[in-house]
Nanobody, 124 residues
Framework: VQLQASGGGLVQAGGSLRLLCAASGSIFSINVMGWYRQTPGEERELVATITNGGRKKYSDSVKGRFTISRDNAKNTVYLQMNALKPEDTAVYYC???????????????????WGQGTQVTVSS
């Protein structure tokens, strides 16, 4: 199972960006998909998560500005980021948790897959 993230870039404060992360492999289902971010010297922090049933969770710092969504058929999660602030600058990582995939003749469930990260830079 691999996660491929894209959509980062440089934007002015107040602008918008949309991140996308696609999971590939012999996937049967993914329970939770989400986005985390990290700045140099800091720990990785949760931005938003969404379950395969559509239940969403946001960090307080992005509530009302960011929207997470997913397409279960495509094993893809999106993050629409509006009203961006300089403090949103970070490397954004997508995450897939409780991934069930086909392993020859059986199903296997594993946790915590990470994408490669995509840089988001918001200028003031």
């Amino acid at each position: 199972v691999q996660l491929q993230a894209s959509g980062g870039g440089l934007v002015q404060a107040g602008g918008s960006l949309r991140l996308l992360c696609a999971a590939s492999g012999s996937i049967f289902s993914i329970n939770v998909m989400g986005w985390y971010r990290q700045t140099p010297g800091e720990e990785r922090e949760l931005v938003a998560t969404i379950t395969n049933g559509g239940r969403k969770k946001y960090s307080d710092s992005v509530k009302g500005r960011f929207t997470i969504s997913r397409d279960n058929a495509k094993n893809t999660v999106y993050l629409q980021m509006n009203a961006l602030k300089p403090e949103d600058t970070a490397v954004y990582y997508c995450n897939a948790d409780q991934v069930t995939y086909y392993d020859v003749t059986r199903l296997v469930t594993e946790s915590n897959y990470w994408g490669q990260g995509t840089q988001v830079t918001v200028s003031s």
